[in-house]
């Protein structure tokens, strides 16, 4: 059974930081694509950024290129996303999702086979 379990959501304020965590289980971690979404209330779900667990390659959103970075723990089947200077706009419920398609579509959510529960970041100004 393919589980993939957020956490590390909270509340900050803008400037501040958040580490959120996807711990994956229940299929071939290392020959996958895994990323982060996420949906802010009343609009659709966007990517943010993802990686590629076997190569360790990495893609992101404009609109988080130099804030945040997706990392990985392979001994843990754990992939994290450091969020830094943090901004209201990036308040949203963050999911992880997964797939063993490659990350060719990655921003795109119908490309993904599993996801998580979510976690909420919620940012004030």
């Known amino acids: 059974q393919v589980q993939l379990v957020e956490s590390g959501g909270g509340s900050v304020q803008a400037g501040g930081s958040l580490r959120l965590s996807c711990a994956a289980s229940?299929?071939?971690?290392?020959?996958?694509?895994v990323s982060w979404f996420r949906q802010p209330p009343g609009k659709q779900r966007e990517g943010v950024a993802a990686?590629?667990?076997?190569?360790?390659?990495?893609v992101y959103a404009d609109s988080v290129k130099d804030r945040f970075t997706i990392s990985q723990d392979n001994a843990k089947n754990t992939v994290y996303l450091q969020m830094n200077s943090l901004k209201p706009e990036d308040t949203a419920m963050y999911y992880c999702?997964?797939?063993?398609?490659?990350?060719?579509?990655?921003?795109?959510?119908?490309?993904?086979?599993?996801w998580g529960q979510g976690t909420q970041v919620t940012v004030s100004s």
């Open positions: 999702a997964a797939t063993q398609l490659g990350c060719f579509r990655w921003s795109t959510p119908a490309w993904y086979d599993y």
């Open positions: 229940g299929y071939t971690y290392t020959r996958s694509c």
């Open positions: 990686i590629n667990t076997g190569e360790g390659s990495t």
